[in-house]
């Protein structure tokens, strides 16, 4: 009896395990389309509102989910209370303090992290090229995560299910 209950929870343990590596796969894509659109109100409120930087970064963290919200909201707490930092010196923390919370990967990281050099350091016209750029290349990678997903959630899920099962045949 003992050996049955065990048994089932290694299989629950490595079939959850599958499941969530399996969900990472799914999450990326849908994460990096969030963050796309973070950029999108970013560069609406920039472009057609003329709204100041910091205030255009707060209004379009308002209306985004999570994590491109809290990554944002971070920009914005540590814009406030800059003690001396830049704009790219807060983005840059923001972004690599709210990046493991995530399921996107260094590329993408890199693409904000190239963002936030070149914004507040120029004028209207060129924020939005940088905004727009930095869009194209999200584009890119979530046509990527697209293709890993497709390939990789489903193997994940069998696989948690298989290694568990191989585990439980091995110690029966």
Known sequence: MVKLIGAALILFAGTM????QASRYAARPRQIRQLAH????????IG????????AIKRSALHL???AASLLIGVTERLSGADGLTFRECWEQAVNGHWPGTAMRGSEQA????????LG??????????????MQQLKAE???ARDDQARYEKMWKSLGVLIAALVVILIL
């Open 17 to 20: 395990i599958g499941f969530l």
């Open 38 to 45: 973070a950029l999108q109100r970013l560069e609406t409120e």
């Open 48 to 55: 057609y509102g003329y709204t100041p930087l910091p205030e």
């Open 65 to 67: 989910p999570e994590p």
């Open 111 to 118: 693409a904000l992290i190239r963002l936030g050099s070149a």
């Open 121 to 134: 350091i120029s004028d209207r016209e060129d924020q939005i090229k940088h905004l727009r750029l930095a």
């Open 142 to 144: 979530e046509d990527a």
